[in-house]
């Protein structure tokens, strides 16, 4: 559930992004052509590739300097460590894109704004699916579909739901709202840090039950 939340919240945010790139920049003081704002997503995709450094091999050292200490025992947990700083550089992209659009900031900041999330997204993508994985390892197929089901319950909703959600607060104060869920659901993960090993624990039974039957099936 909590990686599902995780990987959701992060697509929704993308979301966000495509849905109102055109109303947001296309229109006065940006007026960006429809060719320009094509290439504005490589802002994204730039950020994107920053996330696969820090969700590939910097996370695996921080994963071995973690177990290191842990006496060799490496947990689940380790790997949302790096959610945390990335709680505040999404929450800044998308704040730097629709504050700072709403107040006419030079077309740089919400660009960079843009490649913030892009990097976030890459981010959650990677260590969510990791976690889980690490997590329910005999039940992993199971694991991973219930996440991509809540993530695209999650990103169907913002789809439809953000551009009455402007229409109705406007641009600025519906930016700062969802940069500040951003913040909350992508910090989330400490309590998961701190307690994940007791929520695991809590739910042995469950999953034993669950491997035991997709055993006996095969």
Excluded: H
Aim: glycine content about 12%; charged content about 10%.
């Amino acid at each position: 559930m909590q990686s599902g939340l995780e990987y959701g919240a992060c697509v929704s945010w993308i979301t966000v992004l495509g849905t109102t790139t055109a109303s947001i920049l296309g229109l006065s003081p940006y007026n960006v052509s429809n060719e320009a704002l094509g290439l504005i997503w490589l802002s994204p995709l730039i950020g994107g590739l920053f996330g696969t450094l820090m969700a590939g091999p910097f996370n695996d050292k921080l994963v071995l300097f973690l177990t290191r200490r842990n006496l060799g025992w490496l947990e689940p947990e380790f790997r949302l460590w790096v959610f945390i700083p990335m709680a505040f550089l999404m929450s800044g992209g998308l704040l730097l894109y629709g504050v700072g659009a709403a107040n006419s900031l030079p077309w740089i900041g919400p660009v960079v704004g843009m490649g913030l999330v892009g990097f976030g997204l890459t981010v959650a993508a990677a260590l969510t699916m990791a976690y889980v994985v690490d997590c329910y390892k005999e039940v992993d197929g199971e694991a991973i579909a219930t996440v991509i089901l809540i993530r695209n319950i999650i990103g169907c909703a913002m789809t439809f739901g953000i551009q009455p959600w402007i229409d109705s607060m406007g641009v600025q104060d519906t930016f700062i709202l969802v940069c500040f869920l951003s913040f909350v659901i992508t910090v989330f993960a400490g309590a998961f840090i701190i307690w994940g090993k007791k929520f695991r624990l809590l739910t042995k039974m469950a999953y034993l039950s669950i491997a035991g039957n997709s055993y006996g099936e095969n």
